[in-house]
């Protein structure tokens, strides 16, 4: 044995715990504009007066930010109706979610949602040693809510429900929703991942917090990542219940959300009319898009986010090669299919023509 060898004692269940596969950067080409469409991000720059925001308190940065998030709670509990109470941050959605893992799971407890959906929630689930239980999605791609539901044992301690579904696109309605809910114990807690709200059609939205406000068990996360177009500041929330609140700030890492995202993030919310104008085009886009591959022949699930589904099974790998040709990096799963992101109108043209010649290779 190399005297490099690691010898520490690492957690056992890390060895489940699946690697991010990390959206890759596009790699710059001479002979063409290259796009990163892998990981839902938002193609425009950030708004002018959250740069400004962001810039000034970039002087402050020797100083750790506001421990209790207050500006940002306050104005996320103005904006929708709940109390500061009722309102955690986080570093992303994922942070929170993490954390929601940590206050619901002791090893061996079970979460249950659809697969395949987010990335994240078998890491997360691993990491806390909990057991994750993958429900597959319905022939539309959607959520199998019987299945979810009957999916549930005594030691389910957490649901994830993930509306639009990422990585297939499809949303969920109240009505399902609703009845859904009323199969799961009270004693089970219900996350509502709502990572893509904003891009979801008006005739189609959810009224999660209405839901929220029905049920004790129910809690929504949001993100500042995607409509927002604040990824790369990390900062997402949950609006839940006392005591599940309550027990996110006491598991929450101390000063998670930086000063600069706290700010940046209610600089946003102020000027929310503006990025709405932003979230409308890259709505129109995925449309056009939609149109085009329909019209093309592809059959894709109807999506609600901002990106589209190739349910492309064995090809997917063959698919991102020949977009990564093309100068388009997209996200691929083996075996399943591909999503690629709404962005810049140019990328989408080129994923129209990439999705032509390959149908017809
Ligand atoms: C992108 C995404 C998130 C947001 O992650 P952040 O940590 O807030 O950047 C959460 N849930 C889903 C389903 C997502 O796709």
Not at 31 to 42: A, H, M, P, Q, R
Request: one cysteine or more; aromatic letters at 6%; a negative charge.
């Amino acid at each position: 044995m190399s005297d490099t060898q690691p010898t520490v004692r690492l957690r056992e269940t890390l060895a489940s715990v699946p690697a991010y596969k990390a959206g890759k950067p596009a790699a710059p080409r001479e002979d063409l504009v290259t796009y990163k469409i892998s990981s839902n991000e938002n193609p425009y720059p950030p708004l002018p007066s959250v740069v400004q925001v962001v810039a000034d308190a970039a002087a402050r940065m020797n100083r750790y930010p506001d421990p209790a998030v207050r500006a940002l709670t306050e104005a996320l509990a103005d904006r929708w109706g709940v109390t500061p109470d009722e309102v955690t941050t986080g570093t992303g959605s994922v942070g929170v979610l993490g954390t929601l893992v940590q206050i619901t799971c002791d090893p061996g407890d079970e979460i249950v949602y659809a697969w395949r959906s987010f990335e994240a929630y078998p890491i997360v689930a691993a990491l806390a040693d909990a057991k994750s239980v993958q429900v597959p999605l319905d022939s539309q791609a959607k959520h199998d809510l019987d299945a979810m539901a009957a999916a549930i044992t005594d030691r389910t301690r957490l649901v994830i429900v993930c509306t639009p579904n990422n990585p297939t696109g499809p949303s969920l309605g109240d009505d399902e929703l609703r009845a859904f809910l009323a199969k799961v114990p009270s004693d089970v807690l219900v996350v509502i991942d709502e990572a893509y709200l904003e891009f979801v059609e008006p005739d189609k939205q959810l009224d999660a917090l209405a839901i929220y406000r029905d049920h004790p068990n129910v809690c929504v996360l949001r993100t500042f990542s995607k409509a927002y177009g604040l990824a790369g500041l990390r900062v997402g929330y949950c609006i839940a219940h006392e005591p599940v609140a309550e027990a996110l700030r006491k598991a929450a890492l101390p000063f998670g959300v930086s000063d600069l995202a706290q700010l940046a993030a209610v600089a946003s919310l102020e000027a929310y009319d503006e990025l709405q104008e932003r979230v409308d085009a890259l709505m129109t886009e995925r449309s056009r898009v939609a149109d085009a591959l329909a019209e093309q022949g592809w059959e894709i699930p109807e999506s609600q986010a901002n990106f589209v589904w190739l349910p492309l099974g064995d090809d997917a790998l063959a698919f991102a090669a020949a977009a990564d040709q093309e100068g388009l990096v997209v996200r691929p799963f083996d075996g399943d299919g591909v999503r690629c992101s709404i962005g810049e109108v140019e990328a989408n043209d080129r994923l129209i023509e990439v999705c032509r010649e390959f149908r017809t290779r």
